[in-house]
């Protein structure tokens, strides 16, 4: 088991572990027994890594040690908190004061990340996102605000409720797990549940309340509310690689994998942005064929012109 301890730590340090992958290292770090392991990997670790490293190595030791004994999601926290934490005092978001100290997360293009919140929440971060979220919860309501989309496995507490701001829609929930696609630039805002309960509110105003196998949504213009049902492997697929575009523009879809593969992609006319498209993409196929099949449904050519992608008919 060390040498897949070793595997799975390495990932986490790189911010690429999957949901499963995440799961499986923090019960091997839960279980009893353990430690001797734990820390024997770890010495090796630090061995290996650069000179410049070695503040955050003499750190990690004792913290990851402390956690098979103490609690993992402690540990876990602490040392996101002091890798990645950006602090500000006093913090506004969306016109809200906050209390206390905010910390904010983010991730680039072709980026993913996962965050461990102070309640013990996990999120998942897509690429090119943002979640802020206080230090601390205070003890009426959790309230955290995302800029993009995130996979949320909320941690169940009784009458305190965890509320999601994403623009002019937030979603609040007890204890479940969803995903939310809400990037400004695009003309949706989705809310798809794997598991639980959860109610939309756009504005000021309940749009649904969604239950397992249940999505939401909402069109940033005009204003319109969808429910429909959805499947569950569709929840979040993008963590699995599942690029699921249901009634999407190539406008928005392009925008997306811009988003996914970090590069740059050009729509030869307003016309063609505006086409609509039902479509399953694999990330792991890369941007080449995601635009191939593109231009299959919506009768184009793709072209490459100093490494910008150009769709035209």
């Known amino acids: 088991m060390n040498q897949r301890f070793k595997h799975l730590f390495r990932k986490y340090l790189d911010n690429s572990c999957s949901r499963e992958e995440f799961n499986e290292l923090f019960a091997y770090m839960e279980q009893e027994g353990n430690q001797d392991s734990m820390e024997a990997v770890l010495k090796s670790l630090t061995q290996e890594q650069e000179p410049e490293r070695s503040v955050r190595r003499k750190w990690l030791l004792p913290a990851i040690a402390a956690a098979a004994s103490i609690m993992v999601v402690v540990a876990a926290f602490s040392w996101w908190q002091t890798q990645n934490s950006n602090p500000a005092k006093g913090l506004v978001m969306n016109g809200i004061e906050q209390s206390g100290t905010v910390l904010s997360k983010s991730t680039e293009k072709s980026e993913y990340k996962y965050i461990l919140l102070p309640d013990s929440t996990q999120v998942w971060l ?10 601390l919860f205070d003890s009426k309501k959790r309230v955290v605000y995302l800029t993009g989309e995130a996979y949320f496995d909320v941690r169940h507490a009784d009458k305190i409720p965890f509320i999601i701001h994403t623009g002019k829609v937030s979603t609040e929930v007890l204890g479940t797990a969803f995903n939310i696609k809400a990037y400004p ?94 479509t399953n993409l694999k990330r792991q196929y890369g941007v080449e064929n995601a635009l191939e099949i593109l231009g299959r449904l919506t009768g184009t050519e793709i072209a490459i012109d100093n490494g910008i992608y150009i769709m035209k008919k």
Not at 126 to 135: G, R, T, V
Not at 235 to 262: F, H, K, M, P
Request: glycine letters at 6%; a negative charge.
């Open 185 to 278: 630039d695009m003309e949706k805002i989705t809310v798809s549940v794997k598991r639980g309960k959860v109610k939309v509110n756009y504005v000021d105003r309940e749009v649904a309340v969604l239950t397992k196998g249940k999505e939401v949504v909402i069109a940033q213009q005009s204003q319109q509310v969808k429910e429909k049902p959805v499947k569950e492997e569709q929840t979040a697929g993008w963590q699995e690689g599942n690029l699921v575009y249901d009634d999407y523009s190539v406008g928005d879809i392009l925008a997306d994998l811009e988003r996914v593969y970090n590069v740059k992609i050009q729509v030869g006319s307003s016309e063609l942005k505006a086409i609509r498209v039902t």
């Open 126 to 135: 897509n690429a090119d996102s943002k979640l802020d979220f206080p230090e």
